[in-house]
Structure formats: C-alpha cells, structure tokens
C-alpha cells in the first residue's frame, strides 16, 4: 500500500495529469536513486544515463497507469528502470549473436568488434560466443559482421567478396543457422 506522507505521490499524479513543473520536481526527487539502479544493472554510466531518459519518458507517457493501491510510486518507477534496464541488456546479447564474428587466423577488426559487442556478456557468454564464432567459415563470418554490424547490404557484400548476391544471401543465413544450432547446444 501506498503511504499517505509519500512525498512523490502527488507529484506522480500530478504528472499524469500533464503537470511538467510536477514531473521535473518528480525527476529531481527520484533520479538518483534510479540511476542508481540502473548503474547497478548495466554496469556503465553511458549506458545508465541514456536509459534512465527512457525511463522518465515512460513515466511522462504511463503516469496515468500508476495505481496507488499497489504500491509506492518509487516501486513503480524503480520497475520501470529495471524492466528497461534488462530489456537493453537482452537486446544487446541477441545483437551479439547475430552481429559479432572472430577470425580465428587472426583479423584484428573482426576481434575487436566481438569484445564490443559482447561487453553485455558475461565471461561464459562470451567464451561460447568465441567458440561458437569459430565454427562458423571465416568469409561468412565476414559477411555477417559487416552487413549486421555496419549495415553493408548484400549488394555491397556482393562487390566487396566479388560473388553474387545470391551467395552473400547464403553465408549469411548459414552462418546465423551455425551460430544459433551452437548457442542452443
């Protein structure tokens, strides 16, 4: 249950009401302790300042679904960061798979990209991320972190690797198919 003393909750209703000078004085009085959360989860301050303004645009858009009933209006915020928080997280290692690639002869952009986008991982994943990067061919293993992780279209792949875009279609669906049967077993 909501407490009567409260401090945020007039300033939660009064924000679902379209009330901005409530919902800055809102944000003064709960930031902190919601970057905090953040910080706790995502373990990088860029990463926690960016999703702490996600946070506070649901809340402008949402206040109106806050039940006081329920419970505290800082329970439900501090929800909503750490949904947030976790969403990012499970996004950044569905990314991974698809978009991160490892030359095992040794192609220092292709490792470097996969230390980037596997910073959500923690060790393990990470490990069996690499291990199976490995068992995927090194040119479709190319291909997928240049059309995924830049954005090169398949006619683009096409000229770069000199082979039809038919081709690139190929590597690129085998090796998503190799990543995934690896990460499952």
């Excluded at 090169?152 to 669906?173: A, H, M, Q």
């Amino acid at each position: 249950m909501s407490e009567v003393n409260d401090p945020l909750l007039p300033l939660l209703l009064e924000t679902a009401s379209g009330d901005k000078d409530a919902f800055r004085l809102l944000y003064d009085a709960s930031s902190a302790k919601l970057f905090g959360v953040l910080l706790r989860i995502l373990k990088r301050q860029d990463l926690a300042e960016d999703v702490l303004q996600e946070v506070y645009l649901t809340i402008w858009h949402k206040a109106e679904l806050y039940n006081p009933t329920m419970g505290r209006p800082i329970s439900w915020m501090v929800a909503i960061a750490r949904n947030k928080a976790i969403d990012l997280l499970r996004q950044a290692e569905e990314k991974t798979v698809q978009l991160s690639l490892s030359d095992q002869d040794g192609d220092d952009l292709s490792r470097m990209l996969v230390e980037q986008s596997t910073l959500a991982l923690d060790l393990p994943g990470r490990m069996t991320l690499v291990h199976c990067l490995e068992e995927v061919e090194p040119k479709s293993r190319e291909c997928v972190l240049l059309a995924y992780q830049y954005g090169l279209s398949r006619d683009e792949l096409s000229e770069r690797f000199n082979v039809p875009s038919g081709t690139i279609k190929t590597w690129l669906r085998r090796a998503l198919i190799g990543l995934k049967q690896c990460l499952e077993r």
